[in-house]
């Protein structure tokens, strides 16, 4: 701190509170003492005056403390924290202030001027008003020592002008007391401790109010001048510890007889001063006498004259040093007084009010008016709900009557909403509520403070509700629901009404294509509102809107560039042209006073436009808004884009996949067929499993199904494969296990061909697996083969569910071993369960029993309630299943005679074929049907060997076979026009649907089939 080297002690305001003063010299020894130091220190006033102010220090501050007395001089005093030893030897700390204390520099008056008997001493004079309570005598106002302190006199004068925020009035330890009638008449010069008179306006003596008045004491003489040993006035004795305590040693003057001593023990002053006053009476303003000049004399009434000072004193150097000193052991810091309190409330930037027990206000300083409501004073006895209407008080108060009744403080209470100072924005404040109590712990209120945190929550809202944007938008991969999921998301934190137009190009996958001149075409994909129902919307979900070109929302789209209209007039023209087709407004939409719209853009591709409105809030959209709207559509955006991109690669591979497995089961009557597929692969449902269901000849069927490992392209690539060579295979008519053989043999070659490259068909067909059953309606015979652990089940007329013991072939190309087949013989409407491993990934077989043994209505209903009984809805792997209920052919729908190999009866057997169709109604196929006839049965005499038969099964065809025991397959010919034979089969083909070669293990059949829609196709 620094203080003014011409103010005296009394214009010192300290902002310290229960301190105990110390009065220190220029040589650093105490001269003054008082029970608060005592209490602090512990020391008596004996065992401590006139000894150095080190021996209350511990060792290192006391080697600080002359160092800072002499830098500290002329700044005028220093404050800080030190370390002091207490009487019993424990450490204190204390706060400590020191102020140095300087002689008046003021001319002196004239040997022949007297004072008159009411003068008053000069504001100059400092320790003349310090003589009253701190320099005083023992036990007066608190002080056990005194001080003798030389001064020279100053003339009379005037109180200095008071600093600025400090009363008029000059303050002093101890002020002095007033004169009274009883009093002598004051003498020309000060008397020794005679408390100089008070000037109007200045305060009473502290303690002396209502008693009675004091008679000053007689002038004593003059003591005779000591002399001392010479010491520098700069130099502070060393502190010679608790115990012996460094006291100033003085030596009587030859001539002179030693002082009286002191009440107080007090010890007389360095050589600095020529003489000394009475040890025993407080310091007199009286100059100096010289030591060779008679003491004067003391019967006259009046004192004698001053004598003209030698001298000005030395303005740098102080006579006294007044130390402040509190315990700051367990103290936050400096007590500061009131009006340093108060300042720092009033003119604090945060709000800061006082409410009583019932919740009014009683005091409010200035940064509480920025929110609006008035002035403090006008605050007075209102309650918040008064004073800011636009806030929710009851909850506020509700924090209020918490902290009264509990006292537990709230600290950090947000609270969102409109103050009179804006009352067309939402502002944020963090409040903090501390009860305030009485001496008895009784709550008397409380104190709260107010900060505005509107920034700080408006960043916070908008971090939150990016991080719910990256959580909930982009959550699938479809156009519309990511479109909706951003409306949803912005509605109500950001906008009131929402709107979401794409390019119809976009919801199909496809690339936008340029725009048209006239109207541009969008589709209203999202829309949402803080209002059930969506009022303000001109069009539904799904609805086409068109905007005029040159539109806001047209530019927006074009340009690619965001478009915003602060206050917006829904009447206004331009805004009519921004309806999508000219619609009219709704009457809702006509509060809608802010709008904009952000183009939804993604990867340099403009998408469609998004469009915020505002209603219900008051505030328009500013720029942080718009930069927040076009952060969450550019995120959106890249969701939407790759919804898109999505949906043409989806497109593209479900094409594929319908093209790999069968669109729809083909009619035939061997067998009631259901098929369901679940892939693994939900992205893109695609994967390794396929089914099949194939016409066979004469009336069977085959059923197939079979696995890959993998799953998506590369999967349903290997099964499409795989699936068209056991259709090719099929069509051969090869048992079930010869079927698979050569599957078997075409996998391996073709990976010993491949090399099983990556990306290869043939690295996902190794290790397939294939179940291929044959079921023949004429006989009821079912033959089945598998390569890989297949287990099918049959599910008897009754119910009863069974697992054939079927036998395990090696995986496809993994080994060479041979495939067995197993036949049997099925009941009409026994149902054959043909599925892959991912049904019963997580399930056992006996949850396939149940499931298959509970009767539906129909074989549909059946298979599907089978695969979501046992199938997850997004399995690990993929799931088919397939399900026939097997049939046989009346007996009446089939005619069969066996022929001897002779050739006379051709004719008999063409004759017994149209009878027959006579019966069955079908006598326009009479005449193909007998030149089928007469070339197989032909044929078969002239080249096979064995028993000849002749069968017709009519089914959606008709059927003609032929069996021999020949093991040569006949070929189909192209005669020249000379040949006389050969045109036999070519016949054949020409006249029917289709014919062919079944082997047998004793012979062959040669069939051909007619279309009973077509008699001639």
Known sequence: MGTDRDSAVSRQRFDVADAAPLLIDADGFVTSWTRDAERLFGYPAAEILGRSVLTLLVDEDGERIGPLAETRRALGGWSGILTARHRDGHHVKVMV??????????????????PSADATPAAGSTLSTLSAGVTGSAGSAGVT?????????????????????????????????????????????????????????????????????????????????????????????????PGSPSTRQTAPTPGFPPPPASPSARLPFSPSASTSPSPSLPPSTS??????????????PLPSPPAPSLGTPDSLNP?????????????????????????????????????????????SNAALERFGGGQAHERVGLRLAEVQPGLDAERIEAQMRQVLRTGVPVLDYEHVGRVRSSPYRET????????????????????????????????????????????????????????????????????????????????????????????????????????????????????????????????????????????????????????PGGRAVPVEALGLHSVMIVPVRARGITLGI??????????????????????????AAVCVDNARRYTRERDAALALQRSLLPRRLPEQDAAEVAARYRPADELTGLGGDWYDVIPLS???????????????????????????????????????????????????????????EPGGGSVQTVGARCLYVVHDPVSGTCAMAAAGPFAPALVAPDGTVTFPELPEGPALGVDQRPFEALEMDLPEGTVIALHTDGLLADTPREALCRALARPEPSLERHAQHVLDSLAPARPNDDVALLLARTRRLPAHRVASWELPADPALVAEARKTTARQLGVWGLDELAFTTELVVSELVTNAIRHAAGPIRLRLVLERTLICEVFDGGATAPHLRHPRTTDEGGRGLFLISQFTQRWGTRFLPDGKVIWAEQSLANPLA
Do not use: C
């Open 97 to 114: 202030r020191v102020v140095p204390t300087r002689e008046a520099a003021t001319p002196t008056p004239a040997a022949d001027a007297i």
């Open 145 to 241: 020592g005194s001080a003798d302190v030389k001064t020279s006199p100053s003339a009379p004068g005037v109180w200095p002008a008071p600093r600025p925020g400090y009363p008029d009035a000059p303050l002093s330890v101890t002020p002095p007391a007033p004169p009274t009638p009883f009093a002598p008449p004051a003498p020309t010069s000060p008397e020794v401790g005679r408390p100089p008179a008070r000037e109007a306006g200045a305060w009473p003596a502290a303690g002396n109010t209502g008693s009675p008045p004091r008679q000053s004491p007689p002038a004593p003489k003059p003591a005779p001048p000591r002399s001392t040993s010479p010491r520098a006035r700069t130099t502070w004795p060393a502190a010679q510890g």
């Open 287 to 300: 100059p100096s006498l010289p030591p060779s000049s008679p003491p004067p004399p003391s019967s006259s």
């Open 319 to 363: 006579a006294h040093w007044v130390a402040l000193v509190s315990d700051a052991t367990r103290a936050p810091g400096w007590d500061m007084s009131r009006t340093v309190l108060e300042r720092m409330t009033t003119w604090s930037p945060v709000g800061i009010a006082i409410v009583d027990t019932e919740l009014r206000f009683v005091w």
């Open 428 to 579: 944020a404040h963090a409040m903090s509520f501390t009860r305030l109590e009485d001496d008895h712990g009784r709550p008397i209120g409380v104190y709260y403070t107010v900060v505005d945190v509107s920034e700080r929550h408006r960043a916070r809202t908008r971090l939150a509700l990016l991080d719910r944007a990256g959580e909930h938008i982009g959550r699938t991969l479809d156009v519309r629901r990511t479109a909706q999921e951003l409306a949803d998301v912005v509605v109500p934190t950001l906008a009131d009404f929402v709107t979401v137009d794409l390019l119809d190009s976009v919801l199909r996958g496809a690339e936008p294509g340029p725009l048209g001149d006239g109207f541009v075409p969008l589709r209203r994909t999202a829309q949402q509102s803080v209002h059930a129902g969506v009022p303000e919307a001109v069009l539904e979900v799904g609805a086409v809107a068109s905007y005029a070109a040159g539109s806001p929302p047209v530019r927006a789209l074009v340009d690619g560039r965001s478009w915003s209209e602060p206050r917006l007039d829904p009447l206004s023209a331009e805004w009519a042209e921004a309806l």
């Open 610 to 635: 998004t469009t915020f409105f505002r209603r219900d809030r008051l505030d328009p959209f500013d720029a942080v808004d718009l930069g927040l709207a076009e952060e969450l559509v550019g995120r």
């Open 698 to 756: 004469g009336a069977r069927v085959a059923l197939v199904i079979g696995e890959v490992a993998g799953h998506g392209i590369d999967g349903a690539a290997a099964m499409g494969s795989l699936r068209t060579a056991v259709r090719t295979l099929a069509d051969l008519d090869l048992p079930p296990d010869e079927v698979l053989a050569h599957l078997d043999d075409m996998v391996a070659k073709s990976a010993r061909q491949e090399g099983a």
